[in-house]
């Protein structure tokens, strides 16, 4: 009877009072550190040192772009001066008659184009001018007119043969027609200038008065970044960079310069990289910091041109740390946050070097705190709804006993052992524990066979268990294994499967085996095919397995394998798969038969595009994809190389008849094909082809891609709408192996070859390691090295590249070093060709006339040339005995990575810019990179990481263990030696300290 005695009820009070007070301390404290510990302010902090983090990476890849790319016109200066003195001196005539003489102005800037033309190239930029202070029509009367030419280019990043990409701005037509380059809508033959102070003709002016001012003759002092202007009543806005000409007598007769126009670098500028949201933006623009403005020259996003409708500067005011806060000219002046980033354009003590260039980054302060101030929020009403629940909980846990203990007892007396037993509460803990446990010992029992389904059920996991004995009659599955196999469920759930069906049954699964993984099975329900995975454990005579539905990752996988491989608008192979397929067949050559590659290219595409708009384009392109698929994938392979262009294999043919046959077919569902245009009317396929045979023309599918193009754009270009067969003879007189033997000749016996520098950082020392020394061609028809080996490979020319490349490479070493421009311990890396080895007496010259030089010579071995065990032997050991180093260059691209980099055992193994790109995202790359660096260092090999074009693939290769670092971010190749910047420095001993030891 005490049992119930009121005292009993002492219980909750002793339980209730303490703890609420302990709640009470407790949420107090939490709410004191959190509030008051700096935590939030830490978050604000951390969100502005993002901002400004970011910031200051895009400047630097836009500054890099700008001094070293744009604005590098040194060489091309030189060749203009030389151009334009060779002029005058032809036509007998001096600098100071260009002030006067229209016609001679004409003269000039006609010979002078090509060299312009050059410099756009060269520089990649959207436009580039030279222009003559002196009249550019002879009608001038008021000196308003400036003779000069400028051209542009809309698309910098592509490069046509015949000028086709470039528009002329202003110029004479004879230029035009010359050099066929098309003109603009806003062309005019001559330049027209005011004089009157204004922007739009500030970047002609202003470097033509200041070096005219100035007694110094070097025209890259007088180097001007114009901020902003408009060529044409286009309204397309661009920056430039212009110098001024100066003659060696000192007379200053002109100006030459590049464009860099809005689009384009905008490109550079994503914005959403800030944060992430469209609420950001770049700023481009110049800096007055007395007066705390910056004046926009460009923007990224359309965030800027809500916040800043109606205005030509931007006011800003400290914020916090290295943050600004803007005042916008938008109609809800909402608060915004700024990062600043300054340029270093100019040398110090020259006349522009008060024009401070900033990058601005910029983020809505509620965006850019969003995060803090949601957490300061959450927080508090956190605190609040804890304490709030708490109480409650603490009193309904309290409340009286509602039943007596005696019923408790009578429960359990009652209750059936095998079912679930269930108490009712008393509400006095002590008590409810004890029933609780009985409860869940009764549950664990009765539900045993079940746990682990409602678990996986909870999760959404599709698996299912099973477990018997060799000697058991019964065998324990999951409740869900009936779903997942789709076996009829058991009249009561939990209960064991005999043991003889449930082995019946697994051997019948086994007639569903999928093909792909033998541990898979495929299924085919009412709702469509499932699959399944069964997976096996076996220990002496027990047996467990497990059963997982994977139907959605095989739907996942096939659906990625289709994206992969086929074109998503018209369902044909991609370029990737036709290759894929075409390697297979060749594989195995006598399936081919008599076969032939065709490619098509779609006439008239673009105008369809741009009269009725790219939907009628995508049209047309799904017409003709459809009418040149034949669905006869044993004889026929069709795919869409790009846009507009198609291939088709067909092959297994006993004859060229028969083959002839099938392409005829493929014509006349070409040429009978049409599709209706907005209009109504009917429009018919029309394409241009080219046909290469195999094995007649070629024995190989690269071949024979090749020799189809080469007759596609033949018929292309002269009478459109047919096939055209391969002509050997036409190609032979059209390729460069021809053409280009007396152009290959001249830069042999000339030596017309000179090397660029790129440095090799040190990543422990901080220092420079050495210079790769790549070679640049001279002669015009050569556009890079590998034109000049490929041309050399097939006249039988290699062995004198080799040999020019080692004494020209190390000739640039040595006169770098007289100079003074090394430290006296950087190493000359010098690419070597595999299969090529100089002679006993060129290797002596080598070595007389550069013996000092040879200890710190590293001898490049490439992968993309095969190896030839001898001479690489030969090389090997002739540069070790030297002192030399030997480097395995183009790891992992070329023949036998791996048996080159243990037959070689090099001092150095340059990992290939194909795997450092994109390695900080990609698992793959990197588990290659780490077993590599494990292995070399265990031998002592340096690993160099080339090719490293950002901060995140520098941080992440340094942290792994590379060495030395070479590529872009570092610096990229120059003539002349240029220290390498120490902010690049500076992120490179960050990143190293984070090295695991």
Known sequence: MHLFHPKAHTLRRRLVLPILAILIVQGLLY????????????????????????????????????????????????????????????????????????????????????????????????????????????????????????????????????????????????ISKSMQISLDSYWSSAFTFRNDGSPDERYFFEPLNAARASDNNEAQNFGYWCPGYSLNEDNLRAISYSIPLIAPDGTVFGVMGVEINQPYIQDMLNFSELNGSQR?????????????????????????????????????????????????????????????????????????????????????????????????????????????FSICALFVAGRQITHPLIALVNDLEKSDPNKPIALRKLHIDEIDRLSGAIEQLSGAVAESSSRFSKILLMTGVQLAVFEYSDNSPTVFCSDNIYSLLGWPPPAEPGASLPASEFLQSMQELEQHRYAEDDTVYLLEFPTGPHWVKVIWLHEGSRHLGAVSDITHEVLEKQKVEYERDYDTLTHLYNRRAFDRQLDQLFRKPETLGVSALLMWDLDNLKYINDTYGHDCGDLYIKNFAKAIDLEDPAHVIAARRSGDEFYIFIHGYASKEEARRQIDRIAQHVTGGSFVLPNGSVFRLRASGGVAWYPDDALTYPDLIRYADFAMYTIKHSDKGRLQEFDRAAYQENSILIGGQEALNRLIDSQLVRFALQPILEVRTGSVYGYELLMRSLVPEFNSPQDILRLAHAQSKLSKIERMTYFKALETFSRLDREGQFKGHERAFINSIASQCMSEEEEAAFATQYGSYLPRMVMEVTENEPYEHTFTAHKIEATKRTGGLVALDDFGTGYNSERLLIDLAPDIVKVDISIIHGI??????????????????????????????????????????????????????????????????AVVREAYEKRKP
């Open 280 to 388: 950001s933006a770049y700023v481009l623009g110049v800096l007055d910091e007395e007066a705390g403005t910056i004046f926009p020259v460009l923007s990224s996003g359309p965030f800027y041109s809500t916040q800043f409708y109606d205005t030509d500067t931007l006011t800003f005011s400290p914020a916090s740390g290295s943050a600004y806060t803007l005042d916008p000219r938008s109609k809800t002046s909402e608060k915004l946050s700024m990062a600043l980033a300054p340029f270093q354009l100019y040398n110090t003590n020259t006349p522009f070097a008060q024009q401070k260039w900033v990058l601005a980054g910029m983020v809505a302060q509620n965006d850019l705190l969003a995060f803090s101030s949601q957490i300061r929020s959450n927080a508090a009403l956190s605190v609040l709804l804890c304490f709030l």
């Open 920 to 985: 900080d995202q990609d698992a793959d790359r990197q588990s290659l990179l780490n077993h590599l660096i494990s292995y070399a260092h265990d031998r002592g090999i340096l690993v160099l990481a080339e090719g490293v074009e950002t901060l995140r693939e520098m941080e992440y290769v340094v942290t792994q263990g590379v060495d030395l670092l070479q590529g872009y971010f570092i610096a990229r190749p120059t003539f002349d030696i240029e220290p390498i910047a120490p902010q690049i420095l």
């Open 31 to 174: 709410f004191f550190v959190f509030m008051q510990g700096n935590v939030l302010s830490r978050m604000d902090e951390n969100a502005y040192e993002i901002l400004n983090e970011r910031t200051i990476n895009r400047k630097l890849y836009l500054e890099k772009e700008m001094v070293h790319r744009w604005s590098n016109m040194t060489e091309s200066e030189t060749a203009v001066l030389d151009k334009i003195a060779n002029t005058l001196r032809r036509e007998g005539r001096s600098y100071a008659d260009i002030a006067t003489d229209a016609a001679l102005n004409q003269t000039v800037v006609q010979d002078a184009a090509q060299q312009i033309i050059y410099l756009l190239r060269r520089n990649l930029v959207s436009g580039a001018f030279l222009i003559l202070d002196g009249p550019g029509l002879a009608s001038d009367t008021d000196g308003s007119t400036r003779a000069g030419f400028y051209i542009r280019d809309l698309d910098p990043t592509s490069y046509v043969d015949d000028n086709g990409d470039l528009l002329l701005e202003r110029g004479m037509p004879t």
